[in-house]
């Protein structure tokens, strides 16, 4: 083992195109340290990052989709030699919560239905008089997945760290029981 690696993480956000809603970009706001304001969930955004934990260095490539629904066809890329997966859902809409469940199941088929490495994450916590989906709720999914769960803001840069701290521990907790070698390569 070198003790780090590559990791390839996608971030899908689910069904956030629904009239004012408007992503934010966790990713963002981990690499570059600022909030955007009406970010456009239309886009697809890239970054890379180097993380270290402990002694071991990480250098994550970052996937941020464009916002993905229900009907969304995922593509090859969003399977295909990724290693972790942070999904995210506005705690101010249910639509949101559930697409994240289609998506996961559509992940989850395209694995082979194998354990997939993933933090689940209700985002916008600082809008709590709004909230539609309650953290038990968020929580009770992600135990299901075998998964962690996260709420977080990224406008207040609540938990944004930990929640890239966690996808990376998660792909080690897997891979390593598969009895692989803990290098991770995250798209």
């Not at 002694?55 to 993905?68: I, P, S, Y």
């Amino acid at each position: 083992k070198d003790g780090g690696g590559k990791a390839g993480v996608v971030i899908v956000c689910g069904g956030l195109q629904e009239a004012g809603e408007r992503k934010t970009s966790l990713a963002h706001q981990f690499v570059e340290g600022e909030f955007l304001e009406g970010y456009d969930p239309t886009v697809e955004n890239t970054y890379s990052k180097i993380v270290t934990l402990g002694k071991d260095e990480f250098h994550l490539h970052l996937v941020d989709t464009a916002g993905q629904d229900e009907y969304s066809i995922l593509p090859y890329s969003f399977i295909i030699g990724v290693h972790g997966y942070v999904l995210v859902y506005s705690v101010t809409s249910l639509h949101s919560f559930q697409v994240i469940e289609s998506l996961y199941q559509k992940l989850h088929e395209g694995h082979g239905k194998t354990r997939l490495p993933v933090v689940l994450v209700g985002n916008k916590a600082d809008l709590s008089p709004d909230r539609e989906v309650q953290a038990v709720e968020g929580k009770k999914l992600a135990e299901s997945w075998g998964a962690t769960f996260m709420e977080s803001s990224a406008r207040e840069n609540q938990l944004t760290r930990g929640i890239f701290t966690k996808v990376i521990q998660e792909i080690a907790r897997v891979e390593n029981s598969y009895g692989q070698e803990r290098r991770c390569r995250l798209m």
